[in-house]
Protein backbone atom coordinates (compact mmCIF):
# COMPACT_ATOMS: atom_id res chain seq x y z
CA UNK A 1 0.00 0.00 0.00
CA UNK A 2 1.51 3.81 -0.67
CA UNK A 3 1.46 5.84 1.61
CA UNK A 4 -1.18 8.16 1.06
CA UNK A 5 -3.31 5.26 1.14
CA UNK A 6 -2.12 4.09 4.54
CA UNK A 7 -2.56 7.39 6.08
CA UNK A 8 -6.11 7.82 4.17
CA UNK A 9 -6.96 4.49 5.81
CA UNK A 10 -5.74 5.40 9.43
CA UNK A 11 -7.80 8.91 9.35
CA UNK A 12 -10.94 6.94 8.19
CA UNK A 13 -10.37 4.51 11.44
CA UNK A 14 -9.74 7.58 13.75
CA UNK A 15 -12.39 9.43 12.61
CA UNK A 16 -14.50 5.65 13.29
CA UNK A 17 -13.40 5.14 16.40
CA UNK A 18 -14.05 8.98 17.53
CA UNK A 19 -17.82 8.74 16.55
CA UNK A 20 -18.19 5.49 18.05
CA UNK A 21 -16.54 6.51 21.43
CA UNK A 22 -18.65 9.56 21.10
CA UNK A 23 -21.65 7.61 20.90
CA UNK A 24 -20.90 5.20 23.69
CA UNK A 25 -20.03 8.52 26.25
CA UNK A 26 -23.57 10.07 25.03
CA UNK A 27 -25.76 10.71 28.36
CA UNK A 28 -28.42 7.89 28.76
CA UNK A 29 -31.87 9.44 28.42
CA UNK A 30 -34.09 7.24 31.26
CA UNK A 31 -31.34 6.81 34.00
CA UNK A 32 -33.80 5.09 36.26
CA UNK A 33 -32.78 3.66 39.64
CA UNK A 34 -30.06 1.08 39.80
CA UNK A 35 -30.97 -1.50 42.62
CA UNK A 36 -29.44 -4.65 43.07
CA UNK A 37 -31.66 -7.28 44.83
CA UNK A 38 -32.19 -10.81 44.54
CA UNK A 39 -33.97 -10.78 41.29
CA UNK A 40 -32.79 -9.32 38.33
CA UNK A 41 -34.41 -6.13 37.17
CA UNK A 42 -34.26 -3.22 35.32
CA UNK A 43 -31.33 -2.10 37.66
CA UNK A 44 -29.54 -4.99 37.08
CA UNK A 45 -29.81 -4.95 33.24
CA UNK A 46 -28.94 -1.05 33.23
CA UNK A 47 -25.96 -1.77 35.35
CA UNK A 48 -24.30 -4.29 32.94
CA UNK A 49 -25.14 -2.21 29.88
CA UNK A 50 -23.16 0.69 32.01
CA UNK A 51 -19.93 -1.74 32.62
CA UNK A 52 -19.99 -3.34 29.01
CA UNK A 53 -20.25 -0.12 27.55
CA UNK A 54 -17.37 0.95 29.98
CA UNK A 55 -15.02 -2.00 28.77
CA UNK A 56 -15.73 -1.13 25.10
CA UNK A 57 -14.76 2.26 25.50
CA UNK A 58 -11.17 1.26 27.17
CA UNK A 59 -10.55 -1.18 24.14
CA UNK A 60 -11.59 1.71 21.37
CA UNK A 61 -9.51 4.61 23.53
CA UNK A 62 -6.66 1.39 22.82
CA UNK A 63 -7.30 0.82 19.41
CA UNK A 64 -7.36 4.77 19.05
CA UNK A 65 -4.25 5.14 20.50
CA UNK A 66 -2.51 2.44 18.69
CA UNK A 67 -4.21 4.56 15.26
CA UNK A 68 -2.58 7.94 16.59
CA UNK A 69 0.81 6.04 17.24
CA UNK A 70 1.15 4.55 13.75
CA UNK A 71 -0.07 7.95 12.25
CA UNK A 72 2.46 9.59 14.27
CA UNK A 73 5.26 7.22 13.03
CA UNK A 74 4.13 7.89 9.39
CA UNK A 75 4.83 11.55 10.61
CA UNK A 76 8.22 10.57 11.44
CA UNK A 77 9.31 8.30 8.83
CA UNK A 78 9.57 5.41 10.96
CA UNK A 79 5.86 3.53 9.78
CA UNK A 80 6.60 0.07 9.19
CA UNK A 81 8.95 -0.60 11.54
CA UNK A 82 8.94 -2.22 15.11
CA UNK A 83 8.49 0.52 18.16
CA UNK A 84 10.31 -2.23 20.03
CA UNK A 85 13.62 -3.56 18.25
CA UNK A 86 13.11 -1.56 14.88
CA UNK A 87 13.28 -4.30 12.73
CA UNK A 88 10.57 -4.19 9.48
CA UNK A 89 7.37 -5.00 10.36
CA UNK A 90 5.58 -8.33 8.07
CA UNK A 91 3.51 -6.56 5.13
CA UNK A 92 1.05 -9.20 5.71
CA UNK A 93 0.85 -7.62 9.45
CA UNK A 94 0.38 -3.96 8.07
CA UNK A 95 -2.21 -5.25 5.53
CA UNK A 96 -3.94 -6.31 8.20
CA UNK A 97 -3.45 -4.12 10.99
CA UNK A 98 -2.00 -0.56 9.77
CA UNK A 99 -2.19 0.65 12.89
CA UNK A 100 0.80 -1.96 14.05
CA UNK A 101 3.26 0.15 15.41
CA UNK A 102 5.08 -3.64 16.39
CA UNK A 103 6.18 -6.95 15.12
CA UNK A 104 4.40 -9.42 15.99
CA UNK A 105 7.12 -10.80 18.33
CA UNK A 106 6.66 -7.53 20.51
CA UNK A 107 2.81 -7.43 19.92
Known sequence: MQDETIRATLEAREAELVEQ?????????????????????????????RLTAVTAHDNLQG???????????????????????GEPIPAGRLEARPWATTCVRHG
Open 63 to 85: LLDDVRSALAAMDAGTYGRCAVC
Open 21 to 49: MAVLTRPIQDQGSISFGKRVGDGTAMAVD
